[in-house]
Structures are given as structure tokens and as C-alpha cells.
């Protein structure tokens, strides 16, 4: 019976071990302080029997019953006791505790910690309530030193660990009391590490990574130092995307080095001068459990604006697709199970999982957001499949996570039988970090002395509770990062700064100090100024809007990157102005956002900034604890920095005639039909200089006009006496001040609307024969509409003018009516400009022959951009007047192309 039954299982087929991959990829360390939301819940609603005294953010070190702080310099311990007993409420993974243990304050804490609506992401945690016994001691710089033993059900095991706390000083039903929150870390090489050579002891796996295997900026660790941890981990074969294009010299030099270290995959970097020829392999067959196994890697089309800035121009990286679809016949005659592994966008993952025939795996699509719980398991199974199916569903990773994948495949004839179970292990303070591996040190967030005045106000006094998600008062990362963009602007002289916009990393609460800002900025990137035009910075400004909005309602982003705009207001004016779609913006940014967000060339270095971080720590220096709450609530929304007010200088129409001609012959010469010979000699002499000098500042808007027009010229006809004609001979100094009151909504005509007040001098270059120079002198109260996008300036007011040019000297009163406008035309950006203006005066008894009832101007050139701001020009002038006292009416009218100069110049932000 027993050799039946043996004989029976050899001939069975034994269960194959399933094949095993895991993403080893780099993860940085980040904190939450979770269990703060609760304590500033209770803190709220305890009203007049909790009053806040101070927050500060202070390294903790951790290892099993053992717990120490470090307090700034000014800061005691609590109740000023050198030892006593408070009590410890231990959750899932963060603990706080209670100095001293009053059972008020114990127990609102565990009510509001088991409430959901406390936190800002609903949430339950139920406290375990227990004893714990501190001592303090006076450290050599005044610190004060706390240092706690308790016994909790689940103490971090292993070698002592650092971590953040934040130290709550309050008053609580009239007794001092204290609060410690000790934050919870996760992420972090070492801890990635520690699972994976667990997991590997359990069942060996093939390691892989979408890219990042040189670092990011949120990294613990930068370049080979993280390539050599990933690869201690197990990495063996990796995708290429931002950080190997950053890193692409290093790259080849390990390839170079390693042949049998980490491998790089990549099947659409292809060569410029030979596309059908890839820089690196396109793929890998390796074999696993008896499986043939293909990875072939692929490459973000977003990687291609970083080719040229790191010197790689001859490379190119063509359609993911299109350079997948020919190889899959070669995978499948070379593989059983063929893998795709990128960082591709959801769009093209999508492309890939529907219109490629043949996938088994892609992997590559990332969770939106942090994990701070255990990510959940799922399981993908499907009988008799075809080989060349659409592949699964794109595999989700987790991040802080050891992302691992089982595949079982059992074939069934010409068709298989496929199981893919998908898991994650969560990086959390229940792991102990591996020796030997790149870790952060929160040694750096320490603060030395309370008097040191902190680089941000506390959350709470920039931000009320109601704006806050739950009422937690903490800088979200848009708030950061749109302050340094702004912060940026000013340190560039720019008119705006955009920087990319990654977590925080570690969050604080209470007054912010340098070394959280220093954290925050990381390992900054070289600063440069691009030039924006209006309509590319409004594109921008709206994407980062939307961004904003879709991270509220908890939308992904998707595949952009994801930044802020700083120097823009509420009401979308940059530096007091509304938004030129066709002007030119000076914009401060940096390296990687310029390369991320494809702004255009040039890039000019920022003089005398080596780093971003180091711009953005000058400026927030030069403002700390000398500027409100208020301000930097306005600047975390994208207000500048300062406000001094715009210049504008909009050079309209600048012109220089110049023309003479001289013929010399005898009368011999009247029979030749030659223009040239029958020509008389000629000089002319004209011009033309209009320029608008516009001050802006808060609501007041300040306009100086100066209209210079002078046309001469002198015929001399043969046999004839000389002949003069002044075709033009007029001279206008004209300011005005306006206060915006409201806005428009029709923006074509004006976005901005207030009363006005004008002062204008109305004269000549030379006066008309027989006649006294011109000099006009005008008064304009009205109401000027402007700043719209066609109608630049349209204003509406009564006229007071005194004429000196007459004998005696005339005042009349009337109506007027000036408008200015532009519109940019067609893509090669010609410019339709002009200006119409028209009074019209009250009739009186005092009205001579020589009074003018009506007086207006048209003129319109459509300028056609020649080379940079020299334009050619077609143009339309139409001058029109009425006599008072006789209905008699005349006009002028000119036509030409001139070649002239124009341009806006902002003087604060731009060289002429």
C-alpha cells in the first residue's frame, strides 16, 4: 500500500514555487504626528481651562522602554520637577505622553483620539493608557534633557532610534502640564532593507525599480550612495527615468565597473543619428522557479526635456509603443512571463494595457498618496489565457512600501492558467532600520534656545482652525513652497517664482525654525530666470490652481509634476497689473522645474545665488520675527514678498524720418521722361515718439503720457519759389492718476474701472505762420476704465481748457473721451495698436471764429515684428474738426508704413 501511494505522487507534477519579484526602490523617511491632532482638539474645544503657552518641535531618541528629549535652552522640564511620574497613551505605532498624568486631560485625549471627525483624514485610534516615570538633567548648553521609562505592549525593538516629537506647554484647569507627541517615521533605506533580506531569507525574489536609483531631492542619501543601498538590497534590474538621466555619467561608469551589478533597461532611448539602435538594453530574460522571465524596461516621454541640459543631445527618446510593439514577438519566443517595468504616465500605462497584445505585467502605476497604514493585499487570476492577451491590469506600488509580486502560472495546453498575488509591507517604526545604510538624522530639526527667533510664525496664527482640514495648524507643502517662490522672486528680481512642490517630509507644529526650513529645501537646485510670455504664466498659474483644487478633493495628479506659482495674488495680478497674455515675464525658478515643466531657453543662472535654498533662507531671515502673521498668510497664498509698486514704460511708436534729395542739371534735361531727372530738390523731416510711463501700486494706478509728432518738408520746384508743408507739429504732456474701485467683467473692454484725474499740456514744436504757438492747458476729471485685454485705456471725463495760444487767452468747457488699445495678432505676433481720442466743447457767447466745437484723432498701425522690438508698420491717421460758430467741418487724413521701435520695459525687472 505505501509503495502505491509513493508510486502515486511521483507521478503527480509537484506544485512549482511561484516566481517572486519585489520593487526595490529608493523611499525616503518621513514623519507624522498624528496623535497631535487629538491633543489640538481638546486644546480648542477646552476653552478658558486650556490656554497654550508654547510648541516646539524637538528630536526624540526611542529603543524599547527608553525615551529621551532634548528641550531648548529656556525651556524646563515640566512643573520643574527633576523626577516624576506622568503617564503614557500608546496607539498603533505613536505614543504620547501626559506630564503629569492628570486623568482630565488622559481621558479627553482618548475620546477625541477614538472620534473620527478629529482627524483630518477620518481616522479611529483607541490608547492604551499606562505609567511612566521621567528624570531631567541640565545639559552643557542650558538644554534641558527628559529622559522617560515606561512599559508598553509594543516597544520599538532593536538599537536606539531617532525620531521627532512635538512639546506641548499649556495650562490646564489653572495647572502647568505638558504633552509629548512623539511622531510616528516611515521610509527610509534601512528599513527597506531589513524587510527585504527578511523576505528573501523566507523565498528568494529578483529585485526591480522604476528608476530613482540615484536619489531624488527628498532623499536620504544622493547618487551612488543610493544605487549601492538598492543594490545591497537586492536590486537587480532597473527602468530608467529622471534620476538615471541626471546621473547619466555616473550610470555608465558603474555599468562600466559592475557588468554583473544592477542592470539598466530601456527600449525607446534610442540614438539620434540611429533610432532603430536603443543606448541600453531594451530587455532582460532571466529565470526564476523554472519560469523564463523578460523585464523590459521603458522610458517617461517627460525625461526628454532633461537630455540636453545633461549633455546627452545625442539621444532621443521616441514613443514608448512604438518602440514596445516589434519586440514583443522576440519576448514571447524568448519568455514564458514578459514584464514591462516603467514609470510611464497613467495615459500611456493605458495605451500599453489595451493596444498591446502579448503583456503579461506592467508595473508601474503608483498609489496617490502616502501610505501611513498597512496597504492592502489584492489577487488577479484568470484560467485559460491566451499568450498574446492585453496584460493585467497595471500593478499599484505602495510608497513607504516593500512592494512584492507572486506569480503562478499553470499552462493548459496552448493556453495558461494565471495567478498574480500582489502585496505590500509597510515601512513603519515596527521596523528596525538595517546598520550599514543611508539614514536620516532629525538630530539636524534640533533647536539650541527658545530666544532664537524662528523663520515662520506658528500654523495657528497665519492660518485660522476653519481653513486647516480637522483644525490641525500646520504649514501644508503648497504653503511652504509658494512662500520660497516668492522668496525666490525677490532674492532674482523677478516678477514671479515657480518652484516644483514636493512633501514636506517632516511636519512641525508651533513656530517653525531654520533647521525645519533647511529640511524642508533639501538639497536645492541652481537658481535661473526664464522669460514667460503672459499667455504661457496664465497656463501655468491656472495648472497650479487646478493642481490645488484636485489635491483638496483628494483627485491624483496624474503624470505632471506637481509646483507652485509665488508673486501672483488673489486677484491674479502679478506686481499690482493684471496678466498681459501678450507681455514678457521675468520668472524665478529652478533648474529641475524649468527641465520638469518645459520652460523655454534661455535659462540664465541667477547672479550671485549658488542655490535655491540658500536664496530662500536669506530672504526668510531678513523678515523673521519683524513681519505679521498677516503678511506671510498673504505670501503662503502667493502675494510678493514687497510690494513697491510697478513701473511700466510702454514705448508705443518711436519713429525717425530723414530724407533729402538734390538735383542739379540744366533745362537741357526737360525732354527726358526720368522721375529722377525731372525730380526738384526736396527735405524732409519727421517723427514720431509716443510713450506711455505707468506707475502701479495697491489700488492706484498713475499714467504719464508723452505724444511727440513733427513732420517738415521743403520742396524747392524748378523755376519756382520754395514751398514748406508742417504735415505734422504737436507736442502732449499728459498725466493722470486713477483709483481702481471695482472690476469688469467683460475683460476685453477693462478689468479694472475708478475715478480719474488728468492734467494734460497741449502744444507745438513751432508755431503756424502768422499765427501764436499753441499752448493748451487741460483739465480731465472723470472715470477711467482699464487694463483690458483690447481696451487698454478708455477713460470718460469732463474737459476744462485754457488756451494761452490766443489773444486774449480762452477758457472752454466740454466733454472727452480717450482710448487706448492693442491686440496681438496671428502667430507671428503682429501687434494691432492705436488710440482714439475726441472732445467736444459747450457752446458760449463768448465763441470766436477761432473756436473749435469738436477735435478728434484716430490713428491704428498694425505692427509686423522685423527683429526683436524694430517692427515695420502700415498705418491709418484720421484728424477731424468743427468750427463753433459755423457748421463747418474738415478733416486730415495720413496713410503710410513706417519702420519704428516698441516694446513694454518693466525698468525694476529688466535690462533695455
Sequence with gaps: MITLLLALALALPSAAAPVRLALIEDTPTHSTLQLAQPLERVLREAGPDASLVGVESVPVYFGGPDYSFRLPSGIGAPNGEKTSSAAVLEGAAEVVFVFPAEPSLVEALRLASA???????ADSIRLAIADAEFTSTTGAEGQTLLALRTRLQHPATGRMRSGLAAYYRFRWKGRDAAVAVIGRTFGGLGRLATVAKREAMNNPFTGLARGGTFGSSLSDARGRKVLDALEKAGL??????????????????YAAERPDGVQWLSANIVYSTAPSVTALSPYAVFEASGVRVAVAGLTPTRVERLLKINGLDGLKIIDPLNA??????????????????????SADQARLSTLARGLDLIIGDNAPFLSHTPPPATIIEEDDRPVFANAFPPLRAYDPALNLIEVERTPDDERVDWRVAQSAILLDDSINPAPGYPERSFDAFSITSSTIPPLL??????????????????YESRDFWTLAAGALSERGKAEVGLLLAPGLGVSGVGEIHEPYVRGWLGESDAPVIVALRGSQLSSLISEAGKQAAAEAAGIPLGGRPRFVVGGVDAKKRVRGAPLDAAGTYRVATSLAAAEALGLPQPREPMPGVPAVGAAVLDELRARAGKTSPADYRLWMTGSPLTAPGLWR????????????????????????????VQGFNELLIGGVFKTDAEYLKSEFKWTNTVEAEYARSRIEPR???????????????????????????????????????????????????????????SLFPGVEFFDGTFIRSLELAGIIKRDLGREPPNTQSGLRLRSVF????????????????????????????????????????????????????PFFDFYWFQLKTRP?????????????????????????
Design 236 to 253: 537587480r534590474y532597473a527602468s530608467v527615468s529622471d534620476s538615471e538621466i541626471a546621473n547619466w555619467p555616473a550610470l555608465k561608469a
Design 719 to 777: 523755376n519756382a519759389p520754395a514751398t514748406t508743408n508742417v504735415a505734422a507739429n504737436r507736442l502732449i504732456l499728459l498725466t493722470l492718476g486713477t483709483r481702481r474701485a471695482g472690476g469688469i467683467r467683460q475683460e476685453w473692454l477693462a478689468r479694472s474701472w475708478g475715478p480719474s484725474l488728468g492734467f494734460q499740456f497741449d502744444g507745438e514744436f513751432e508755431s503756424a505762420p502768422g499765427l501764436k504757438r499753441k499752448q493748451v492747458y
Design 457 to 474: 510664525p506658528d500654523a495657528r496664527e497665519v492660518f485660522p482652525a476653519s481653513e486647516r482640514a480637522g483644525g490641525f495648524p500646520v
Design 324 to 345: 514596445l510593439e516589434p519586440l514583443i514577438p522576440r519576448l514571447r519566443a524568448e519568455a514564458d512571463l514578459v514584464i514591462v517595468l516603467s514609470d510611464l504616465s
Design 822 to 873: 492693442s491686440r496681438e495678432l496671428g502667430p507671428a505676433k503682429a501687434l494691432l495698436q492705436g488710440e482714439l481720442w475726441n472732445n467736444y466743447f459747450f457752446l458760449t457767447k463768448q465763441d470766436t471764429a477761432g473756436d473749435l466745437r469738436l477735435e478728434g484723432d484716430f490713428n491704428v498701425k498694425l505692427r509686423i515684428p522685423v527683429r526683436k522690438y524694430l517692427s515695420i508698420a
Design 888 to 912: 463747418t467741418r474738415g478733416y486730415s487724413m495720413t496713410m503710410g508704413v513706417s519702420i519704428g521701435f516698441s516694446r513694454l520695459w518693466k525698468p525694476q525687472y529688466e535690462d533695455f
Design 649 to 676: 514704460l510702454n514705448f508705443r511708436d518711436v519713429g525717425l524720418n530723414l530724407r533729402q534729395t538734390k538735383v542739379v542739371r540744366s533745362n537741357d534735361f526737360d525732354p527726358v521722361p526720368n522721375s529722377r
Design 115 to 121: 472620534d473620527p471627525k478629529t482627524f483630518r483624514i
